[in-house]
């Protein structure tokens, strides 16, 4: 079983940068479609990024093409999210998840992006 642990998170002013990390057990983390969702302020989770299991396909939701770069290092385990240029409105809880529902993701790191 795949655990997940996010961390990288923090306080940034608008325009700044953050790396959010995503370090999973060695339980097959190669194997898996790696998704980054977040859960903004009073709404639900939403579909951030993925990235397939071999890091050769990536895809984004429209509002962060351009700013967000999801890519894995699967010698370590390990996922990340480059975030640059953000704004107010990606203040959210990040999680990283083996699949789009959530289900199965980890504790989450709250990146909060002050104006």
């Known amino acids: 079983l795949v655990q997940l642990v996010e961390s990288g998170g923090g306080v940034v002013e608008s325009g700044g940068s953050l790396r959010l990390s995503c370090a999973a057990n060695d339980f097959g983390f190669q194997y898996y479609i790696i998704y980054w969702l977040r859960q903004r302020p009073g709404l639900g989770i939403e579909w951030v990024a993925d990235i397939a299991a071999d890091g050769d396909t990536t895809d984004y939701r429209d509002s962060v093409k351009g700013r967000f770069t999801i890519s894995r290092d699967n010698a370590k385990n390990t996922a990340y999210l480059q975030m640059a240029d953000l704004r107010s409105d990606d203040s959210a809880v990040y999680y990283c998840?083996?699949?789009?529902?959530?289900?199965?993701r980890g504790p989450g790191t709250r990146v909060t992006v002050s104006s």
């Open positions: 998840a083996l699949d789009t529902s959530g289900q199965r």
